[in-house]
């Protein structure tokens, strides 16, 4: 079986010389709210280790952990959420401890027109919600988790429109597909027509953490502990803070 994740990028760090070997590939399946950071850690990645190659797919984690489990090739997982590692580690497909490697937070927002709201509870207004699947993918698992700390789930649960992954919850409030979505604050960097229309309260806000770890059986172990320790340098926080996450 061919496994097609939700985006698939190729990301060379390091190319292979006339005389020297070819880069050994790292696979690295990660959440789709983690593809620009990704993205843009890249040429770090290159210069610390030239003789790595990095494969990068992205899209929702619980697809992406789906895919492991049945047992696709990957060296490390990117999760938006620990449950996901947790998953894989109760079948054996990870090997070593996991790692907490990053924050976020929630914000509602909107396409380019939507004006702020005043408060939280002013969301029951809106006929349409975007926000990932609360049934499986992280992101919309802290939606949910949020809007019933704040007592507001049944009544807007039958205005959720449940998405695929969190970037496709964004992208239906900027074409139109839905009034407003509940998405990560660094999704917001990554959409330029998008806004924030409310911060996410501190008194209902999730504890939003990525967690990351070494798939048992992957291709490229030593590959594999170089990407991990490139990840979880604090020395590189400003590389996430850049892209709104923080370590």
Not at 198 to 204: D, G, M, N, R
Request: with cysteine; proline share 7%.
């Amino acid at each position: 079986m061919r496994w097609v994740p939700v985006w698939v990028l190729l990301l060379v760090l390091g190319a292979c010389s006339d005389d020297g070997p070819a880069p050994r590939e790292v696979v690295v399946f990660a959440a789709a709210s983690l593809t620009d950071v990704m993205e843009d850690a890249a040429e770090d990645f290159k210069r610390a280790y030239p003789d790595q190659q990095l494969i990068l797919s992205v899209g929702g984690t619980s697809l992406l952990a789906r895919q492991i489990a049945q047992g696709a090739p990957a060296d490390v997982f990117l999760s938006a959420n620990r449950a996901w590692v947790d998953h894989l580690a109760s079948l054996g497909r990870t090997e070593g401890p996991p790692y907490t490697i990053a924050g976020n937070r929630l914000v509602i927002a909107g396409g380019p027109d939507q004006p702020p709201l005043v408060g939280l509870d002013r969301i029951g207004r809106f006929k349409s919600i975007a926000l990932a699947d609360p049934d499986h993918v992280p992101a919309g698992i802290y939606a949910k988790e949020a809007l019933e700390c704040a007592g507001l789930w049944e009544s807007v649960a039958p205005r959720i429109i449940p998405m695929l992954d969190v970037r496709t919850a964004l992208l239906a409030t900027v074409t139109g597909a839905a009034e407003v979505a509940i998405v990560y604050a660094s999704d917001i960097k990554a959409a330029p027509r998008a806004r924030v229309v409310l911060e996410w309260p501190q008194s209902c806000a999730p504890e939003i953490q990525y967690v990351a770890a070494r798939i048992r059986g992957g291709s490229n172990p030593a590959g594999a502990s170089a990407f991990l320790d490139f990840v979880t340098d604090t020395s590189r926080a400003s590389l996430w803070e850049r892209h709104g996450l923080y370590r």
